[in-house]
């Protein structure tokens, strides 16, 4: 009882945050406006402290590239980070993620996800980015913590990290960066222009000035520039990407194969996908986007059952969410990437259900970025 209310909380809270009708919800607008007021007084004060180094920023002894955003909710961070992990880990550099480990049980007191061979987390430990991470990246250590001087220390003196990639980490100012990377969506990069809990925004706009380069993602097109959204980053340096998404299958694995998995994804091509008939499930921060995904592909969504970000699906969940699809007529349940692997070790995982993962796109800008990374690294 006390769970659902506090769902049908969040639900009603995100429709008062996002609403463009000045005339809906205006007592509670005044009041979410009142504490995005002293939301915002806090965040300047402790930008503040550390600009006047009264709080210490801290160094490693690598490089530090750090990828976030300005709003809350999904802009692509985690596939993101995972594409520079990969180019870098391709020149040759030892590369380590780090990720805060948001609502993983590993949080607070840190430690390894995967040492670059084997994972040491379950999806509980790590949470469901860094475990997602981790079973995606293979050959490349996941580090989770609260701390990431500390994960840092770590990634350094236990996997001689060169480069350290920090997932979720614009507002994370105390730990000094090499290459600040700002991701905004292309359609509302700073939401609806106000602080949490009035708006999505998680400091003030003028915050974008500490970003070395702007990446536009979700972008339509990749032809047309994106427009120049403020003065704090017009004479940024920026680039323009889409998020392609990627079919999957699971299929089963034989145990003896693979002892930890009982399950894989065997990729489908894009263009087979019409004519499925899908119920699809998720808990991302962009569910919405999620299910355009599904109907511009074609597919026939037959239902749908979304839940908030990082939701921890209960057994009883599972079962009823494949009811829901069989009642539906659907044949096949769909969800995220990082949904399958939250529950990928289940054992009343549904026997057909196909996994949606994205893939960054950068188009003819793909050589220019990636020699922008390169340039930062060798500085």
């Given at each position: 009882m006390v769970i659902t209310w506090i769902k049908n909380m969040e639900k009603r809270y995100q429709g008062i945050s996002?609403?463009?009708?000045?005339?809906r919800w205006p007592v509670a607008k005044a009041v979410l406006s009142m504490i995005s007021v002293c939301y915002q007084l806090g965040v300047q004060l402790r930008t503040e402290l550390y600009d006047r180094a009264i709080l210490p920023t801290r160094r490693l002894e690598c490089k530090v590239i750090a990828i976030g955003n300005m709003t809350a909710g999904g802009t692509g961070k985690t596939p993101m980070a995972m594409y520079i992990a990969q180019l870098v880990e391709r020149s040759g550099k030892r590369v380590v993620?780090?990720?805060?480990?948001y609502r993983g049980s590993a949080e607070k007191?840190?430690?390894?996800?995967?040492d670059g061979s084997q994972i040491l987390m379950s999806p509980a430990e790590a949470g469901d980015e860094p475990y997602m991470m981790a079973q995606k990246l293979g050959s490349i250590p996941v580090l989770v913590g609260r701390s990431r001087y500390k994960s840092g220390l770590e990634a350094v003196r236990k996997f001689q990290a060169q480069?350290?990639?920090l997932d979720d980490a614009f507002q994370h100012i105390q730990l000094h960066r090499d290459l600040n990377l700002l991701l905004l969506d292309a359609k509302h990069p700073f939401g609806n222009g106000f602080l949490l809990p009035r708006g999505r925004l998680r400091e003030p706009v003028a915050a974008?000035?500490?970003?070395?380069a702007v990446v536009y993602t979700r972008s339509?097109?990749?032809?047309?520039?994106?427009?120049?959204?403020?003065?704090?980053?017009?004479s940024k340096p920026y680039f323009k990407s889409i998020h392609t998404p990627i079919f999957y299958q699971v299929t089963g694995?034989?145990?003896?194969?693979?002892?930890?998995?009982?399950?894989a994804l065997t990729r489908i091509s894009n263009h087979d996908m019409s004519g499925y008939s899908v119920y699809a499930f998720a808990a991302i921060a962009n569910n919405a986007d999620f299910r355009k995904t599904i109907e511009s592909s074609e597919m026939e969504l037959c239902g749908f059952r979304f839940f908030n970000d990082h939701h921890v699906y209960s057994d009883t969940e599972l079962d009823q969410i494949v009811l829901e699809m069989k009642e539906s007529g659907a044949r096949w349940l769909i969800t995220t990437e990082k949904d399958f692997f939250r529950i990928e070790n289940r054992s009343n995982l549904p026997s057909r259900l196909l996994v949606v993962g994205i893939?960054?796109?950068f188009g003819d800008q793909k050589d220019k970025f990636e020699n922008f990374i390169f340039s930062r690294l060798s500085d």
């Open positions: 996002d609403a463009h009708d000045p005339n993620i780090i990720s805060r480990g007191r840190g430690g390894v996800v995967s480069v350290v990639i974008a000035n500490r970003a070395d339509n097109s990749m032809l047309q520039a994106p427009r120049k959204t403020n003065r704090w980053i017009e694995v034989q145990q003896k194969e693979l002892i930890r998995r009982p399950y893939d960054i796109y």
